[in-house]
């Protein structure tokens, strides 16, 4: 079963949040089919798939960034919150703020940069499928894109005296 969004978002939020982890799970299954099945074809058949290894490639490039989006959604991105946590209410929303602000213009950067390495490689063709190599790098704008409205209603949170609840990540 899939984990629950964080209750505190609002009902597009979660959606989206359900959708990503969908498209996650899906993203695995092939992977792990693809594998299994080429790892038989290999061992009974002596044959090599060789456009599975390049869609798993495109797979697991796609479900990491993608992956980056569903932990900025559940607050999961590996943090050192000791001292934050110690520090008074206000002072605590403020470095939070902070936090949130450098995560989002870093979101920004890898969206605009990513998209230019999409638009700069899409000429060229993978080896086996002959796919846009465009296409495989088109994950890395696209999880920063959809990581940021999770990042936008965080600051909305903060801006409003409370913390997020991150108590599920």
Do not use: K
């Amino acid at each position: 079963m899939l984990a629950s969004p964080r209750g505190d978002m609002p009902r597009a939020l979660r959606l989206l949040g359900l959708a990503i982890d969908a498209v996650l799970v899906l993203l695995c299954a092939v992977m792990g089919l693809l594998v299994f099945f080429n790892v038989l074809s290999r061992f009974i058949f002596n044959l090599d798939v060789a456009w599975s290894g390049e869609l798993v490639t495109f797979c697991l490039v796609w479900g990491s960034f993608l992956g980056g989006a569903a932990a900025v959604q559940r607050g999961a991105h590996m943090r050192v919150g000791e001292l934050i946590e110690a520090l008074p209410l206000r002072l605590r929303r403020i470095l939070e703020a902070l936090v949130l602000v450098a995560t989002l213009a870093l979101l920004g950067f890898v969206a605009w940069y990513g998209l230019a390495i999409c638009q700069r490689t899409w000429g060229q063709e993978t080896t086996v499928l002959y796919w846009p190599q465009g296409l495989l790098y088109a994950g890395m704008p696209l999880g920063a894109v959809l990581a940021m409205p999770f990042i936008l209603h965080d600051l909305l949170v903060l801006a409003r005296g409370r913390l997020p609840d991150w108590s599920d990540a």
